[in-house]
């Protein structure tokens, strides 16, 4: 038996990583697959690949390219989640801020640096025409359990998380959600670590072929919807609107994906340099 780690956000998008878990369909391969949740995010999942804690990470695309170009030993094997993240930008209920208009140059609570949360934050500050080096300032807190304490209590202005999962809080009135800011690009890719691809190729690709079948029939699993409520604690509709808008692949990222990918990065000076798309994208 093989033992892999694999690390992702513990949200709906995931779901079908649960389900084969459950059907033990890795097992059936003679593959040991253990999941981690990081709350935290991408910035807590490139940091965990880089110290060997885990073997590979369902991780934000804009979060990864960044990091390997920073020099986190990892290539992108797959796209798992072809269409953009939906990130909700969020205030306090009682904030006196309605628009997103309103937040230019206020803090933006983030998980941590080198996060979704932070480079977002970044490509909606170019949406908005703000000035990147005036108009942003950031505060950390760890995840959206920390956003969820500490954006009422001032710790930050604004925060930035996929907007279904933050919908019960909206519906709650803790948050107030003022605008959206979709990815340019395809949100979750899965990363595997270099020196796993080099000595395990074969696993990986089974571990690939194994969620692939999954994500493939997804949607057509009896009351998916329903499962997703309740496990998510999500309202019924908003799980039936998430389904519309969400597609899985089965195929690597592209070239020209990768190139607006790290376009962009550098246009914001969060990367300071471009690299070949084989220093980032494994093909099997």
């Known amino acids: 038996m093989k033992n892999f780690k694999i690390g992702g956000v513990p949200e709906h998008f995931n779901f079908p990583w ?11 391969q003679n593959i040991n697959l253990r999941w981690i949740d990081y709350p935290g995010g991408t910035g807590q999942m490139n ?16 979060g990864i390219v960044r990091d390997i170009i920073n020099g986190n030993d990892a290539k992108i094997v797959q796209v ?20 997103v208009s309103d937040l230019k140059g206020t803090k933006a609570a983030i998980s941590r640096f080198g996060s979704g949360s932070h480079l ?22 760890d995840d959206l359990e920390g956003a969820l304490t500490g954006l009422p209590e001032g710790k930050g202005d604004y925060f930035m998380w996929e907007k279904f999962t933050t ?11 003022v605008g959206n800011c979709p990815t340019p690009w395809p949100c979750f890719v899965i990363a595997v670590r270099n020196d796993v691809l080099e000595n395990e190729p074969e696993a990986v690709k ?7 079948a999954e994500t493939r029939k997804f949607k057509s699993i009896p009351d998916i919807d329903l499962l997703l409520s309740k496990r998510y604690k999500q309202k019924i509709d908003d799980v039936q609107e998430w389904l519309s808008l969400t597609q899985w692949s089965q195929e690597n990222i592209k070239a020209t994906e990768l190139e607006e990918v790290q376009n962009r990065l550098l246009e914001l000076r969060l990367i ?5 798309s084989e220093k980032i994208i494994a093909h099997f």
């Open 47 to 62: 940091k965990a690949l880089r110290n060997k804690e885990i073997d590979m990470a369902v991780i934000l695309t804009e």
């Open 120 to 141: 977002m934050a970044f490509i909606n500050a170019k949406n908005q025409d703000w000035d990147i080096q005036t108009d942003l300032k950031f505060k950390v807190i």
């Open 80 to 99: 798992f989640v072809k269409s953009p993240l939906i990130w909700g930008i969020h205030v306090a209920k009682n904030s006196d801020y309605h628009t």
């Open 167 to 177: 919908k019960p809080y909206v519906d709650q009135g803790i948050f107030r959600r």
């Open 272 to 276: 300071d340099k471009k690299v070949a």
């Open 206 to 212: 089974v571990i690939l072929d194994i969620i692939n």
């Open 18 to 28: 649960y389900l084969a878990l459950k059907e033990k369909s890795f097992q059936k």
